[in-house]
């Protein structure tokens, strides 16, 4: 190849300069949207009324991006792939959208039902599944395509002998590539196996009307909490063929029946040192069980109804978050002691919080008042803020390397 | 500024070409030296022989790239950064190396001190800790530079009046940012706290000759193994005021007694379902302590002298390795049944066990065979083979996340 150029000195100078600096510019802007990092200390932040997630850096206490189109995301969750890369954003919508925090964009997005009620994905990462509140059951899709694999009705028989299909809560991923939920109108506990193709399910009795659940940390336990009844219901994965079992009888006795919007969270129950640390209902009371019998075994009197009631990753502090109109206060416990040791303000309408790893920081929103507060879980002093729209849920991608998350 | 050229235009087009090309493959070789990608997933196998550690890949099941001139990795370990993207890598001739997961290359390397043995990185990240035998102490080194924060000189008057250095073993951080290990020859455990500037030092008690430690997952109970006489040394970091106790008394009683570097991996014990499964000291079993009170409530007999006892992320199974001459061999423990569910032959001096966080998979390191197999835990049948030099520890980045690892 021969190449003649003819251009005056001059403008071919200014063509190079133009180039190279143009050349540049774009590389870097094309380098930064996609940036060479580590993705152990990123996460996500929802920004609920805005239809759009903050990616953050734990380490810098820093905003990275924001992803907008996301749809409704008034009660989202997030779960993330196995290289803690793509954020999976379950939307109130029935929207699934997986996002890369690295360049801070919708990777794919699917409109999978009307309205979902949060997912998990499977201990090997090949599959996210979503739990349906419009038309009920759960859908599996494979996490890097987002095609559907497999579609579970959640169908049941009233007691009018009509089939439905059920509202599922409660959606947890278990050892051995297993789905674990519940059926609000039927009262049942599925397990499905995502082990292979067959996507098997195994049905059980459970209480009336389950409306949340949670798995213990070991992906042993899981428990249902009940609308329509006192007490919870408890499927030991581990010794499936005993059924559910009852626990903590006089668990749901308020002085009212409350919505069911209003019940607790579970996935917020405390696991720390043998012991649980539940949110009561409809009391302003933390409840400690002990996990070898589920006897009740204290009750921490705290300024409002629990709404989420979460162990630090030492089991040292138990932080909890109030349901409204207490909800302008985070509480920390001292998990030996059960004492009150602090009563923080991080804002107005706190709605979650999330601790770094290994404990050292605890991020908490506070949707009217624009912000997260970042504790330092040592002084139990704000160490920074972060500016969010309506913040809600935080999510950090160590959640990657956690069963039943 | 004014530019003015007066080069020939067929020079400047060669150059414009030159620089163009040239510049956007350098741009290009960096960036695919440095990829664009989620660090979740990575991990480092240590070749012991060759001073080379292996970037793997755990979805894929691939190497990514190998990085030399680690010096003496006869014993050698990994932490790392808060951002899962470096590791330190503890040499056994006090060599200190941080690697970059993703260019794959070594970034920053330091030796130390003359001998070591391990080290840690503090709950915040900030901090990486180096314990060693020659000259004995602790130094405290800066996670991002490596420049020297503290140093621990770890000295003691002997019986004789005599003052020196001990070494130091069982390095491992803790809630609070601290960092805590063991003086061999003073027979002490030292609480480092690196929460401030101060580098304050408390001293305690413990048994004779500590060669080994480990911290439970919550980062609570710090647990010394003694060569220097039978039981073990126990420090409750939630009540350090109650010094050091005295647990599983006849712990350590062997036929005969082992050479130091024979004693079992501490690292290795397992803590499953408020059991801990403990290598016994020159029998061939696995103990079964109750945590509440410390007895002993099993002796689960096996193939050879132990090693690592480790439990699966769901607790589940308990998979042991073995000393020389019976190492061979890998046993899988059901943890609630306590049988073995199956004897596995991976290769020749099996070295090392690492399950991927959420316990799907298990890589294990067969250092004459000079591979890696990968099994799935559900089918205990191997799913992949990785070629490696002389393999040794193996270690992924979800250590990141973990208080003690």
């Known amino acids: 190849m021969k190449l003649e150029f003819n251009l005056p000195g001059k403008l071919i100078a200014a063509l190079l300069l133009a180039f190279v600096l143009g050349g540049c510019q774009v590389f870097t802007e094309t380098q930064s949207r996609s940036e060479v990092m580590g993705t152990g200390d990123l996460g996500l932040i929802i920004e609920r009324a805005s239809g759009s997630v903050l990616v953050i850096n734990t380490s810098r206490h820093e905003v990275l991006g924001r992803i907008d ?14 290289d803690a890369r793509y954020g999976y954003v379950f939307g109130r919508d029935g929207g699934l959208t997986k996002v890369d925090l690295l360049s801070q964009s919708v990777v794919d997005r699917v409109i999978q039902s ?11 990462g090949r599959y996210v599944a979503v739990s349906n509140y419009e038309p009920g059951g759960v859908k599996v899709f494979d996490s890097q395509t987002l095609e559907l694999v497999a579609e579970i009705p959640a169908t049941y028989t009233s007691g009018e002998g009509q089939v439905g299909q059920s509202k599922t809560v409660g959606l947890v991923d278990a050892p051995g590539n297993l789905f674990v939920f519940s059926l609000f109108e039927a009262g049942e506990i599925w397990i499905l196996d995502m082990s292979d193709d067959s996507a098997e399910v195994t049905r059980f009795e459970a209480g009336e009307s389950p409306y949340d659940a949670l798995i213990t940390p070991d992906g042993r336990y899981y428990i249902a ?53 539940v949110p009561a209902v409809g009391h302003h009371q933390v409840l400690v069980a002990d996990m070898n019998d589920w006897s009740l075994v204290d009750r921490i009197p705290v300024q409002g109804q629990p709404v989420f009631v979460m162990a630090s990753p030492d089991n040292r502090q138990i932080w909890v978050s109030f349901a409204h109109p ?10 030996q002691t059960r004492d009150i040791v602090r009563t923080l303000e991080p804002g107005s309408a706190v709605l979650h919080m999330e601790f770094t790893p290994r404990g050292e920081e605890v991020w908490v929103s506070a949707r009217d008042s624009n912000r997260v507060t970042v504790y330092n879980t040592r002084t139990l002093e704000p160490v920074a803020t972060i500016n969010a729209e309506k913040p809600s849920g935080i999510f950090f991608t160590s959640r990657a390397h956690a069963l039943g998350l």
Not at 70 to 75: A, M, N, R, W
Not at 114 to 124: E, H, M, T, V, Y
């Open 114 to 124: 009307g309205n979902s009620i949060g997912g998990a994905i499977s201990q090997d």
């Open 326 to 335: 207490n909800n302008d206060v985070v509480q920390v416990i001292d998990s």
């Open 69 to 82: 189109g996301l749809g409704d995301l008034s009660h989202a969750s997030v779960v993330y792939s196995r």
């Open 225 to 277: 909490g009940l609308f329509g009844e006192d007490g919870l219901s408890l499927l030991d994965l581990w010794n499936p063929a005993q059924g559910v079992t009852e626990i903590l009888p006089g668990y749901g006795k308020g002085e009212q029946k409350l919505p069911v919007y209003k019940m607790p969270h579970l996935e917020g129950w405390a696991i720390a040192d043998g012991r649980a640390f």
